[in-house]
């Protein structure tokens, strides 16, 4: 298969304006795909040659990548990167100057040798290692068509960013092997307890959907997490989840997936699905001594604390652990414990459909708990006064609040979903004046006055999962610092684009879009309805109007652990502006 097929699908992604245009677009790639490649294409669509929890990084500096183009081009590394400041885009600046060449056929790529080759790059390691990624790449780019070259180099500096999210991949898949888009529940299921759309590639394009059905929970896999909605009351809560619950402790740290394999490794996943065993060496030497099962998945919460109070410390604390230099003496200046939630699977048991207390009873047998290793706090509440009571109780303790988790036997661990059957009830919920969401930066807006030359005000948005789409709900200038504003660029350069991104959906324009790839946290005084925001537009009321906040206030907090996936949903931003409207009425 040529990879001019692949980058001729890339080129009209981007210029897609809707996410329908898209899935077929990516239908028709898919459809023009043998079988046996259909793996390496969905990757490569996501800018990827391996699973994200598979810790590859093909990722090259924009010089080094520059300086291949220049020599594959005949020209020099400066000339390459002027032609990608003047364009914007060094794949650009790539796609001009490989046409200027004076060869009458280019022969191009083959997706196996850009795959393959891509892998070298991504190997090369120790000494000598950035001559043989630049030969390779150079060797790479000698071969190319100028369309070619432009997303191979866009691939290679991590800057691919097509605008198309997983679910539009597993839409694709749908439309051609499983019967139609009504499929992709089946799908999705898989990739959420797999996190390997190659995997579910290869399963469906093979064995149809009833295969698909077939893939299970194994360690070495990271399942995505299963997520929380929220409410404003332990009434509410206790009235969604049948008048009973078990209430968790939800600490303030990073959660994480912990799996040991049958060969005896252990490591660590953050939400994003993103290794982390390595930064902290002391949490992987305690959990290998204290896990029974010889294999195992279990989640809990990173958390830092004080050793001489016993003190929970605060999210930016636990934070100075994710660090790529001085790992030890990070451990020594900051102890983390690490509170033990859930457990997935143990020995060859899938343990995800069994309910939460069958699943924490599984939990505390498998866990041998002392010093910093514990069981997270939780109880059985049936009544108000004591749900509210062990939320104050939580809170007392340096919690965030409790997550309140079903005890129904139908209740089982929902991988990458966010149902009611775990609900949050955060110090932040317990009024409408004061809640706190992760949301997507989408644009921005230039400043004045002192802020003129830099951005002024973000544009945010939630996600719709229904939809794969991200809805303006506020633009927000409150809150950062000059250092957060001066940083800002930098932050946000890789995602910016020429036009609104076909995945956001809003009502304003902004001075610059940004793909979807950066959360930040937010606090509000109100939501209320605007004709300005898209957010939950139509299920108000008022059907021309979305959700948007009133006097929006950056907290200082960057969720780095968080995709834009993981951002606030519009339903449970509708969720959040009905519970004020009940409470004032």
């Known amino acids: 298969m040529r990879y001019e097929t692949v980058a001729e699908a890339y080129r009209d992604l981007e210029q897609a304006t809707g996410r329908l245009a898209m899935i077929d677009r990516i239908a028709g790639l898919i459809e023009q795909t043998p ?312 020995d060859g048991e899938d343990l995800t459909h069994l309910d939460y207390p069958q699943r924490r009873q599984r939990l505390t047998a498998a866990v041998e708990t002392s010093g910093p290793l514990r069981l997270a706090t939780a109880e059985v509440v049936t009544d108000v006064a004591g749900l509210d009571a062990l939320f104050e109780q939580a809170v007392a303790d340096g919690c965030e609040g409790l997550v309140c988790k079903s005890i129904a036997p139908t209740a089982g661990y929902q991988a990458g979903a966010r149902g009611w059957t775990w609900v949050k009830l955060k110090r932040d919920y317990r009024t409408e004046l004061t809640d706190t969401l992760d949301l997507a930066v989408v644009g921005a807006l230039y400043g004045r006055g002192r802020r003129a030359g830099m951005y002024g005000a973000l544009l945010l948005a939630a996600y719709d999962p229904d939809n794969d789409v991200f809805q303006a709900v506020s633009k927000c200038g409150t809150g950062f610092s000059d250092a957060d504003l001066a940083g800002l660029p930098g932050r946000l350069a890789p995602l910016i684009r020429d036009e609104r991104p076909a995945r956001v959906d809003s009502g304003r324009d902004a001075d610059v879009w940004f793909e979807p790839g950066l959360v930040i946290e937010v606090v509000a005084a109100e939501l209320t309805p605007s004709p300005h925001y898209t957010a939950a537009r139509g299920k108000l009321p008022d059907e021309d109007a979305g959700l948007a906040l009133r006097f929006p206030r950056f907290t200082g907090r960057w969720r780095d652990d968080k995709t834009p996936e993981d951002a606030t949903t519009t339903d449970e931003l509708l969720q959040l502006y009905q519970a004020a409207r009940r409470a004032t009425a």
């Not at 795959?115 to 390779?136: C, M, N, P, V, Y």
């Not at 198309?164 to 959420?192: C, H, M, S, W």
């Not at 929970?217 to 990271?222: F, S």
Request: charged share 20%; hydrophobic share 45%.
């Open 35 to 346: 079988v046996e490649l259909l793996p390496a294409v969905v990757l490569l669509c996501q800018g990827k040659i391996a699973p994200d929890f598979a810790g590859v990084d093909i990722g090259l500096a924009e010089r080094l990548a520059a300086r291949a183009v220049g020599t594959a081009a005949g020209v020099t590394q400066d000339r390459a990167l002027a032609g990608a400041r003047e364009t914007g885009d060094l794949g650009l600046a790539a796609e001009r100057l490989l046409g200027e060449r004076d060869l009458v056929d280019t022969p191009g790529l083959q997706v196996s040798v850009v795959f393959d080759t891509l892998h070298e790059i991504a190997a090369a390691a120790g000494a000598g290692s950035q001559g043989r990624k630049l030969e390779l790449l150079v060797a790479l780019l000698g071969r190319a068509t100028p369309l070619e070259a432009r997303y191979l180099v866009r691939t290679v500096t991590g800057n691919l960013r097509l605008g198309i999210g997983t679910a539009t991949i597993l839409d694709g898949l749908a439309q051609v092997y499983a019967g139609g888009r009504k499929a992709r529940p089946v799908l999705e299921r898989a990739f959420n307890i797999c996190s390997d759309l190659g995997l579910v590639a290869a399963t469906v394009a093979e064995g149809g959907p009833e295969a698909v059905q077939q893939i299970r929970v194994r360690a070495g896999n990271p399942v995505r997490p299963m997520l929380a909605q929220r409410l404003s009351s332990p009434a509410e809560v206790l009235a969604k989840l049948g008048g009973s619950c078990a209430a968790e402790y939800k600490y303030d740290g990073i959660r994480v997936q912990a799996h040991r394999t049958a060969d005896g490794t252990l490591e660590l996943y953050t939400r994003g699905l993103e290794r982390m065993a390595w930064q902290f060496p002391d949490l992987v030497q305690m959990l290998d001594a204290a896990l029974r099962p010889a294999e195992v998945i279990l989640e809990g919460e990173v958390v830092a604390f004080d050793p001489a109070s016993g003190d929970l410390r605060p999210f930016q604390e636990v934070m100075y652990r994710r660090r790529t230099h001085g790992i030890a003496e990070a451990a020594a200046q900051v102890p983390v414990s690490l509170f033990c939630f859930d457990l997935l699977y143990a």
